[in-house]
Every structure is written in structure tokens, then in C-alpha cells.
């Protein structure tokens, strides 16, 4: 089956910090990869698409096929930041669906 | 634009009572996704209707269904409900398919005691 895997639940870094969460997908050959982000008290959206080769808030993330990974990273924290971040994928030959990692929190400390 | 809208946004159940959620897409959006996140299992995929149709289907057991409607609304229909139905139900909707840009709800809290 394919799979999204975020092997942190927690993430703590102090303010200033580089930021790296890290999402691991299934093997694919070309797979349709997103972080999604969820503020506190606010609706899950949509940070950045692998796709689009975008930095959104300072956030980046490289797809990596060797290692099949699609890791996010901030080089300097701010405690904004802070929120819980969902990795996840287009399943392949399924049309759209799309499926989502566990999530990992984010909290950035002063 | 309004986003997404869900209701209820609380309700509590006892076991093996029915209950139907229902969500309205962004204006525009012919796709509704559901999505169960229940604690400390993040989003687990529920179904996805584009046009009228179910598109696809998650690992859930027949008693969750639903339907979409010409207006492209949706309803999340659960028979029979169990403890372990208790959860977060988010909607989500999308202008293109097969995009993955989704534009969630703020959620349908289900308590079942």
C-alpha cells in the first residue's frame, strides 16, 4: 500500500533554529507530494506543493527520490511557526485521492 | 468567498445510534473528500465524490456512507456507531481534480459514549 510516514509526533526547536520535519513516502515513480498545515484554532491548508518548487513563509522541501523522502525545512524558526504539519501524497493511479501522514507538531520556543 | 462549511459542529451519540454530517463546498468546487481524524491517528481517508459520484473509497466498513448531491453538497452518513467512531470529521473540497489542493472544513466533532 502507499504511504505517507512522519516518524516525529514532536518537534521542539527555540526561535532562530533551522527546522527540519521529515516525511518518508512509499515508492513511487512520480509521486504528487504536499505539507499541509494546521495553526492553532485555524482550518487545515495547504503550505506548498512539491511541484510548484515554491518557498511559502520561508518553508522549502525537496523531493528526494533515492531516499524517497519529502522533507520540510525552515532555516530560522519563529514561534509563528508553530502548528502541526501533515505530509502528504496523491495516491498513484487512484485519481486524486489523497492521503495524508500522521502529522507532527511543531512548537518553536522563545 | 465562504470556505468550506460543516455542521453539526458538535454532537454526541450513544453507541449504535445513526448520525449524518453534512458539508457544503466552496462555491464552485465539484469535489467533496471526507476524512475521519480520530486521536492520535491523523487523517484517515473516508470517501471522495466528484460530480454526483463516488470516486473512491477508504479501508472503512460499509456502515459509513454517504452521498453528494446536485448542488454538490455532502452528507457522511454512520450507521450502527461504535466508540471508536468517535473522532474529528473533516470535509474538504477541490475546484480541479486531481490536484491535491484541498480546502478543509473546520470540522464535525462526534462523541460516542
Known amino acids: 500500500a502507499q504511504r505517507v510516514t512522519q516518524p516525529e509526533k514532536l518537534l521542539s526547536v527555540f526561535k532562530g533554529a533551522p527546522v527540519e520535519l521529515k516525511c518518508n513516502y512509499s515508492y513511487s515513480g512520480s509521486p504528487e507530494l504536499f505539507w499541509y498545515v494546521q495553526y492553532s484554532r485555524q482550518r487545515l491548508q495547504l503550505l506548498l506543493r512539491?511541484?510548484s518548487r515554491e518557498s511559502i513563509k520561508g518553508f522549502t522541501a525537496d523531493l528526494n527520490k533515492g531516499e524517497t523522502s519529502f522533507h520540510l525545512k525552515k532555516p530560522f524558526a519563529q514561534e509563528e511557526d508553530s502548528a502541526m504539519y501533515y505530509c502528504a501524497r496523491i495516491v498513484d493511479n487512484q485519481g486524486g485521492k489523497l492521503i495524508f501522514g500522521q502529522g507532527t507538531e511543531l512548537s518553536v520556543k522563545p | 468567498e465562504a470556505g468550506v462549511t460543516q455542521s453539526p459542529t458538535h454532537l454526541i451519540k450513544t453507541r449504535g445510534q445513526q448520525v449524518t454530517l453534512r458539508c457544503s463546498p466552496i462555491s464552485g468546487h465539484t469535489s467533496v473528500y471526507w476524512y475521519q481524524q480520530a486521536l492520535g491517528l491523523g487523517l484517515q481517508f473516508l470517501l471522495w465524490y466528484d460530480e454526483g459520484e463516488e470516486r473512491n473509497r477508504g479501508n472503512f466498513p460499509p456502515r459509513f456512507s454517504g452521498r453528494q448531491f446536485p448542488n454538490y453538497s455532502s452528507e457522511l452518513n454512520v450507521n450502527a456507531l461504535e466508540l471508536e467512531d468517535s473522532a474529528l470529521y473533516l470535509c474538504?473540497?477541490?475546484?480541479?481534480?486531481?490536484?491535491?489542493?484541498?480546502?478543509f472544513g473546520e470540522g464535525s466533532r462526534l462523541t460516542v459514549l
Open positions: 512539491h511541484i
Open positions: 474538504a473540497s477541490s475546484l480541479l481534480l486531481g490536484t491535491g489542493e484541498l480546502f
